[in-house]
């Protein structure tokens, strides 16, 4: 079946980077988008953007534009996410999300596929 | 952007109780939204999809409804299992926002 697994928690230091991955299994990988949705602790979710690993075409929140550069690597089927200059506000946990295939409607596809979420805290 | 406002925000109930989640849209999104429930720890689980679509598996207690700026997750007969948060989404282009949550808690 459809799975992603995401890479483990990550502590970095303020200013710098982190490349969080999402591997996936159970499907063609270039076949269907990829989602990353940020969690803050005690928060709400909040829609970054999507890769399509077919043509690796991105699109992004505006908000997360410079933040976030969405990544795919066909030969590993895996999806990465990078966070730059993070700061205290990027601490949250990030999920990655796909389709089964299961839920077209009406030109749309609903992801149902979650991984279990990369936690990142940004700590000196 | 499309902003998605969730009401209420939290909720204390009863097992066996009736509840009703709103989301409304600040524009027409024409029934292009999804609702999911989170337990606390884990990751979003799709409830309803196409505004009135139950995902396979979920229990028939729960229903979708709406169409244009208004739309709404009811449960009915509350079990110990729905407690956690709710959360909808909207797909009609990006960014694909969220409603704010709503925080269900066994009374």
């Known amino acids: 079946q459809v799975q992603l697994q995401q890479s483990g928690p990550e502590l970095v230091k303020p200013g710098a980077s982190v490349r969080i991955s999402c591997k996936a299994s159970g499907y063609t990988f270039t076949s269907y988008y990829i989602h990353w949705v940020k969690q803050r602790p005690g928060q709400g979710l909040e829609w970054i953007g999507w890769?399509?690993?077919?043509?690796?075409?991105?699109k992004y929140n505006e908000k997360f534009k410079g933040k976030a550069t969405l990544t795919a690597d066909k030969s590993s089927s895996t999806a990465y996410m990078q966070l730059s200059s993070l700061t205290s506000e990027d601490s949250a946990v990030y999920f990655c999300?796909?389709?089964?295939?299961?839920?077209?409607?009406?030109?749309?596809?609903?992801?149902?596929?979650w991984g279990a979420g990369t936690t990142v805290t940004v700590s000196s | 952007d499309i902003q998605m406002t969730q009401s209420p925000a939290s909720l204390s109930v009863s097992v066996g109780e009736t509840v009703t989640i709103t989301c409304r849209a600040s524009e027409n999104i024409y029934s292009n939204l999804a609702w999911y429930q989170q337990k606390q720890g884990k990751s979003p689980q799709l409830l309803v999809y196409a505004a009135t679509n139950l995902a396979d598996g979920v229990p028939s207690r729960f229903s979708g409804s709406g169409s244009g700026t208004q739309y709404s997750l009811k449960i009915n007969s509350l079990q110990s299992e729905d407690f956690g948060s709710y959360y909808c989404?909207?797909?009609?282009?990006?960014?694909?926002?969220f409603g704010g949550g709503t925080k269900l808690e066994i009374k």
């Open positions: 989404q909207h797909f009609w282009g990006t960014p694909y926002t």
């Open positions: 999300a796909t389709v089964s295939g299961d839920y077209y409607y009406g030109s749309t596809w609903y992801f149902d596929v």
């Open positions: 890769i399509y690993p077919g043509n690796v075409n991105t």
